[in-house]
């Protein structure tokens, strides 16, 4: 089998996280989350491409990600893979034309498939087959894309336009590529059945796109080779320049599909965006009514509503409910009409106008080490839960304003204080004075949980002097 004969995707892991608020936050956006399933939707689309007999991916996410993307990544069993750093999102313009470049010094010949991260498909064998059809025609030198028959007028789709009604599943030429239009154009377009929505994936040589970056947007095409140029290593991550951020922010469907030709499949595989709580709200078994509950949640007497509950503790109960979504977790609420797409934004808009930790935040803070969850604060004091995979460890480091106790709940801790050094293990504690230099470390198999009681004048994030970390954190 030549380097030809196998695509390597190109998973795109950006986003801030607002349009399935307060799920998916700035600090943990949609792609991260468990939204359909028991996995997020970043690691159903590593086993979904994986499945179809895809080469090791190539995935593209800002640097605050890296450790969530390593993380899942290593649970889904996926080698081989790259990940590649924006220091600045820059739209996917930006993003393809770095893997491109990537892709042009190894083998210009190579099938690259961009595929979002936070799609859905029902149908993988389907899928499957569509990109194997897709590859065909994409190894003669041609740019394809998949297009799903819309069953509605979406405004937040872009459309590729036929010649004539796709009949069946076989790749043809498109006449134009149209993105996002205004309800009337969406509505004329849907009305006229020659449109298909556009489902974000792009198959091509890296030849063929290098070219195409070239004639229509060589601005972008020029950011992205510094940035390659002046990458970096950054422990398994590789880091793009800089130079990056000068990149136009432009699409791919405006930076070069409004100006080439190229072929469609159409993909019938059970298709959608996760885009809205009404697309998730489809994707969730529902009952007679069209009640979707995930999570202690019950509905009476309810219509074409979604229930849901993150947090195992908090039950929520909808009575009389028609068109709504009532998201629960933690530390905040939703209650939203389902047709409402944009409003959702305006809610994290609004909380974030008003100075809430929730509106980009999620109550559990991830490291790279593992997680931490306050749960409880007040003047002088804090209460953390704090969990340490197994051969996790924090940095070597020092606090100016406070004191921590550390109770040791499960499994075991390596703990350093000063020049000393001892291990601990469940119902044991340990005190760090204000100033002492400290560490903790989990040397077991199995996760380390503890009660951290911090003390001071001052207990945020920022109190911290790193002296040593293996995770290369400033």
């Not at 943990?28 to 090791?56: H, I, M, N, V, Y």
């Not at 030849?207 to 990458?231: D, F, G, I, N, Y």
């Not at 070069?256 to 078994?285: C, H, K």
Request: charged share 25%.
């Amino acid at each position: 089998m030549t380097s030809t004969d196998l695509i390597t995707p190109v998973i795109l892991c950006g986003g801030n996280g607002t349009r399935l608020w307060p799920v998916s936050r700035k600090s943990r956006p949609k792609q991260f989350c468990s939204l359909t399933g028991e996995g997020s939707p970043f690691q159903d689309t590593l086993r979904r491409l994986e499945d179809a007999g895809c080469a090791a991916p190539m995935v593209i996410t800002h640097a605050d990600y890296r450790f969530i993307a390593a993380d899942q990544l290593a649970e889904t069993g996926s080698k081989g893979h790259a990940i590649l750093l924006e220091a600045e999102g820059r739209n996917t313009a930006a993003s393809v034309a770095v893997a491109v470049v990537h892709a042009m010094s190894e083998d210009p010949e190579r099938l690259m498939l961009v595929a979002p991260a936070d799609h859905f498909v029902a149908d993988e064998l389907q899928f499957a087959a569509a990109l194997g059809a897709g590859a065909r025609v994409a190894r003669n030198g041609e740019i394809v894309i998949f297009g799903v028959r819309p069953d509605r007028a979406e405004t937040g789709y872009g459309y590729i336009e036929l010649d004539s009604p796709a009949a069946d599943d076989t790749a043809r030429r498109f006449l134009r590529f149209t993105e996002k239009p205004d309800l009337a154009t969406a509505e004329a377009m849907v009305a006229g059945g020659c449109h298909l929505w556009n489902a974000g994936l792009f198959l091509f040589t890296a030849r063929r796109m290098h070219a195409a970056l070239s004639r229509h947007a060589p601005k972008v095409l020029a950011a992205a080779e510094q940035a390659v140029a002046t990458a970096s290593r950054d422990l398994d991550f590789v880091r793009l320049g800089e130079t990056l951020a000068a990149a136009p922010s432009l699409s791919l469907d405006h930076a070069v599909m409004e100006f080439e030709t190229g072929y469609v499949v159409p993909l019938s595989a059970g298709w959608n965006d996760l885009g809205s709580w009404r697309t998730i709200w489809q994707e969730t078994p529902r009952d007679a009514a069209g009640v979707a509950c995930t999570g202690p949640a019950k509905a009476i007497d309810c219509t074409d509503t979604l229930l849901r509950s993150d947090d195992p503790d908090i039950a929520v109960i909808g009575v009389g409910l028609k068109n709504i979504a009532a998201i629960v977790t933690r530390d905040a609420v939703l209650v939203a009409d389902l047709s409402t797409a944009q409003g959702v934004r305006e809610a994290v808009d609004t909380a974030r106008r008003a100075g809430w930790k929730q509106a980009e935040q999620h109550r559990r803070d991830e490291r790279p080490w593992g997680h931490f969850e306050t749960l409880s604060l007040g003047r002088r004091y804090q209460v953390k839960s704090i969990v340490v995979k197994p051969g996790g460890r924090l940095s070597l480091q020092s606090h100016m304003h406070r004191a921590e106790h550390w109770v040791i709940v499960e499994g075991s801790a390596k703990v350093t204080i000063g020049r000393s050094e001892k291990l601990l293990s469940e119902n044991q504690s340990v005190y760090i004075p204000l100033g002492e230099i400290h560490r903790l470390a989990n040397p077991g198999k199995v996760p380390l949980r503890m009660i951290e009681v911090q003390t001071g004048s001052y207990l945020g994030e920022d109190d911290i002097i790193r002296y040593e970390d293996i995770y290369a954190r400033n």
